[in-house]
């Protein structure tokens, strides 16, 4: 065995090459720079397409444009660009051309700090797109799993013609470790289901029980018809409120339904805990961290480390938390995924430690928000 | 010729004397003119208008968002370079895509890009765009007055397109030109001048005859700029790409030697730009791993490159790293004050456990760790080695670093006569630290 020294954003761009990304396009951003620089280094070789945009927007539109002719693509940036990719989102989401999309977080709002970390766009990552339709994101916590979720995403992206958003961290993506990656298990790559050649082709009739539209690329034997309007099957305009009501509701249920088979979480339960910590990318470190010193003091805590954060699993989530007395969500912001956690557990006591100030959430800090949490339910 | 590729259960459905119509009939004839066939060809239209252009046509087609046809046109035609990419736009789309027509023209991309020019936002109720003469009376109230219409020929010619044509939406060999910009290898553009009878002429007066004469005292676009004539961009993106070597995953660092310290060690390196701290943390790293070890590196400096504190957070384990973050550091590098003044708030946490080597002419803050000063000058180390001597030092204090696993480090990071300078420096320190 063999380790390399390899910080998260490369691994990123090494899972997307694994699950057969072929375009990739981006915009030099502090802390995703290292994204695109790999990408340019390793698909151009092979016969990939690696381009630099003149902005955000462009970048985004070049891999929308290459998905539709059947290309695998990513692009990379952090929240100055994330904010401009918003319109090209809604796009994906409402056309399903799939993409995946990776957000370094760096401190914001706005300019915010280029080099410093946060998990401040987990909730703009979720509702930063017009129509509020769904789409996933996906959070790692460490290299590994800037290598294994990348590749889930190409996956998710593919089983579910949706975007798939990688929710890394400038902690994550510019942080160097000691890795292994061939010696990863990596799952089967999936490809979009093709439309069959036999039959009359409509863009966005859904046949399976998936609801998710066979794909024809740009430029096949067929024409094929891509449109950001309200459609209807067939790809053209349409004003009928049914139709357009069944679309909305097919692009919600197709997202659900493609996530429920895929866990991606790790839960660390300690016996007799009443207190779980929740908590998701980075900051999952620091809560392992805590969790190990509590646990060794006799205080015991369970650690809930979740890596799908969109759709939320929310049963995974109730299911972790019913014997739970207290709950301790730990986000490296000032309390964003908090809300969805109130959400999903309207009944139960739940504290936050969080903060955004560029460093990281120390185990010391998590360990002692367990104690005040503690202290409010007894 | 072929057959036609107009979308008959899908006709044109714009207002009465609108030029638009015109525009679709003669694209249809040069499709027929050319033999392109429906699967050939991919309409990316834009939003607007011009934006149904798409849907009258038996073609592949993207309609995507204001603006921005040019950066999917992009992606298709890099994706499919077979394909005639034929954008459509309407001087709306001009204006708020403007950075990406300014892209086209500098990257040169087979695209032909169709201005449908008729001088305001027609769908939205006749409000001034790019174009838009400043004594026009359109929507927008007085404020089309105040801003300079664009020639956008002009603009895409001097941003490096190889073909620019101008012509009246009315002029008679409009399919012939639109096929010699289709023809054109490399980013083309046609502005064509048009009327749009919904909104502009009700409250203006244009015609073709008035167009005709507005365009006579303007410079002439009329196909290729020599100037702007070179290779196409998918062609040499595809033709150099095919010459790089292959890339296969970066290889990892044999575990050969023994590692003298158990547990976790966190290890900062407090110094400036230009110091190579952040290649100092990678070797220690490396080193680390030479022995086994699970590690993290983490970098702390400005944006500005050459200028400003470089710190390095380490963790060195024989257990995996969880926290990467250093608050109880076994070690501290200090090298440069401005390093040192950035993490003040460490030095009072440290006890007599933690080693700190410090450059001889930083001053430290008030500390009960072990400190061993470094003197540099002495040492004849130029500041951007003080960062390697260092850890030189720190493998001669045999506490979490050995001199072994340091040497490995080099030799697997660095390679020729960077290798031998590497090692040639760390040996100079090592001794010195040893005679002292
Ligand atoms: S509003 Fe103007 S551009 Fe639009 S269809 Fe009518 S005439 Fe043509």
């Known amino acids: 065995m063999a380790f390399c020294f390899m910080e998260g954003n490369e691994a990123v761009a090494w899972g997307a090459k694994a699950a057969g990304c072929r375009f990739f396009a981006g915009y030099p951003i502090t802390p995703a720079t290292t994204i695109y620089n790999t990408m340019l280094e390793i698909l151009p070789p092979g016969g990939g397409?690696?381009?630099?945009?003149?902005?955000?927007?462009?970048?985004?539109?070049?891999?929308?444009?290459?998905?539709?002719?059947?290309?695998?693509?990513?692009?990379?940036?952090?929240?100055?660009?994330?904010?401009?990719?918003?319109?090209?989102?809604?796009?994906?989401?409402?056309?399903?051309?799939?993409?995946?999309?990776?957000?370094?977080?760096?401190?914001?709002?706005?300019?915010?700090?280029?080099?410093?970390?946060?998990?401040?766009?987990?909730q703009f990552l979720r509702w930063g797109n017009s129509g509020g339709i769904p789409l996933i994101v996906l959070a790692p916590a460490d290299v590994k799993d800037c290598y294994l979720l990348t590749f889930a995403a190409f996956n998710l992206a593919e089983t579910c013609r949706c975007p798939v958003i990688v929710a890394s961290n400038k902690e994550i993506g510019m942080t160097r470790e000691n890795i292994d990656l061939s010696a990863l298990a990596l799952p089967e790559i999936v490809h979009r289901n093709t439309a069959p050649e036999d039959r009359p082709y409509l863009p966005f009739h859904t046949s399976g029980e998936n609801g998710v539209p066979d794909f024809l690329p740009i430029g096949c034997h067929i024409p094929v018809r891509q449109t950001s309007s309200t459609h209807g099957p067939d790809g053209y305009i349409t004003t009928d409120p049914e139709i357009i009501a069944a679309t909305q509701r097919r692009l919600i249920a197709k997202v659900e339904s493609a996530v429920e088979d895929f866990t991606c979480h790790e839960f660390m339960e300690a016996p007799q805990s009443e207190t779980l910590i929740l908590t998701y990318g980075v900051s999952s470190r620091s809560a392992k961290a805590a969790y190990h010193q509590l646990n060794r003091a006799g205080k015991p805590v369970s650690l809930l480390t979740l890596k799908r954060l969109w759709p939320a699993p929310e049963n995974l989530i109730r299911s972790i938390a019913a014997p739970m007395r207290h709950i301790v969500v730990v986000e490296m912001n000032m309390g964003q995924y908090l809300r969805e956690i109130e959400r999903v557990l309207p009944n139960k006591r739940i504290s936050f430690v969080g903060k955004m100030n560029g460093a990281l959430i120390t185990p010391d800090e998590i360990i002692e928000g367990v104690h005040r949490g503690r202290q409010l339910t007894e | 010729m072929a057959d036609s590729l107009l979308n008959e259960s899908r006709p044109p459905v714009f207002c009465p004397g609108c030029t638009h119509e015109r525009i679709v009939a003669a694209l249809d004839t040069t499709f027929q003119r050319m033999d392109i066939r429906g699967t050939e060809a991919v309409i990316v239209s834009d939003i607007g208008c011009s934006g149904l252009f798409d849907t009258f046509f038996n073609t592949h087609a993207l309609h995507g968002l204001h603006g921005r046809a040019l950066t999917c046109a992009a992606g298709i035609k890099m994706a499919r370079p077979e394909l005639h990419v034929i954008v459509t736009m309407g001087d709306g789309g001009l204006g708020i895509g403007g950075a990406h027509l300014l892209a086209a023209c500098r990257r040169n991309l087979n695209l032909t890009l169709l201005i449908l020019n008729n001088f305001n936002f027609g769908m939205t109720g006749g409000q001034f765009s790019a174009t838009t003469p400043e004594d026009a009376r359109v929507g927008s109230g007085f404020l089309n007055q105040l801003e300079k219409p664009l020639d956008v020929c002009r603009v895409a010619a001097s941003a490096g397109a190889g073909y620019v044509y101008r012509c009246s939406a009315y002029c008679q060999n409009l399919s012939a030109i639109l096929e010699s910009a289709i023809r054109f290898d490399g980013f083309s553009v046609v502005d064509m001048w048009g009327i749009c009878t919904g909104r502009y002429t009700r409250n203006n007066k244009l015609t073709p005859a008035a167009i005709d004469d507005s365009l006579a005292r303007l410079p002439a676009a009329a196909g290729v700029v020599p100037e702007n004539e070179r290779p196409e961009y998918g062609f040499r993106y595809r033709q150099t790409a095919a010459r790089l070597p292959p890339v296969t995953m970066p290889g990892g660092i044999p575990i050969c030697c023994i590692p003298p310290a158990s547990g976790r060690n966190e290890v900062m390196i407090l110094g400036s730009a230009g110091q190579r701290v952040l290649t100092a943390g990678e070797l220690l790293c490396l080193a680390g791993m030479s022995a086994?070890?699970?590690?993290?590196?983490?970098?702390?400096?400005?944006?500005?490159?050459?200028?400003?504190?470089?710190?390095?957070?380490?963790?060195?384990?024989?257990?995996?790293?969880?926290?990467?973050?250093?608050?109880?550091?076994?070690?501290?590098?200090?090298?440069a004050q401005e390093g040192v003044d950035r993490r003040k708030a460490i030095w009072g946490q440290l006890d007599d456990t933690a080693l700190v080597l410090a450059a001889a002419d930083i001053e430290l803050p008030e500390t009960k760790a072990r400190v061993h000063r470094l003197d540099f000058k002495?040492?004849?180390?130029?500041?951007?080695?003080?960062?390697?001597?260092?850890?030189?030092?720190?493998?001669?204090?045999?506490?979490?670093?050995?001199?072994?696993?340091?040497?490995?480090?080099?030799?697997?990071?660095?390679?020729?006569?960077?290798?031998?300078?590497?090692?040639?420096?760390?040996?100079?320190?090592?001794?010195?630290?040893?005679?002292?």
């Open chain 1, 49 to 122: 397409i690696c381009m630099q945009g003149e902005d955000e927007i462009a970048s985004i539109g070049f891999c929308l444009g290459a998905s539709m002719c059947g290309m695998k693509a990513m692009t990379a940036t952090s929240g100055p660009g994330i904010s401009l990719y918003s319109e090209q989102i809604s796009f994906a989401t409402g056309s399903e051309i799939p993409i995946v999309i990776v957000d370094v977080q760096r401190l914001g709002p706005s300019t915010g700090s280029a080099t410093r970390g946060a998990d401040g766009d987990i």
């Open chain 2, 292 to 335: 086994g070890l699970h590690v993290t590196q983490k970098n702390d400096y400005n944006i500005t490159v050459l200028r400003g504190p470089s710190i390095s957070d380490l963790v060195l384990s024989d257990m995996p790293v969880d926290y990467t973050g250093t608050t109880r550091p076994s070690v501290i590098i200090a090298i």
């Open chain 2, 378 to 436: 002495k040492m004849t180390i130029k500041p951007h080695d003080r960062a390697l001597a260092s850890l030189a030092v720190l493998a001669g204090h045999h506490q979490i670093l050995s001199a072994d696993m340091l040497n490995h480090a080099i030799e697997y990071r660095f390679h020729g006569m960077m290798r031998d300078s590497a090692l040639a420096l760390v040996h100079t320190a090592f001794d010195f630290y040893r005679n002292e």
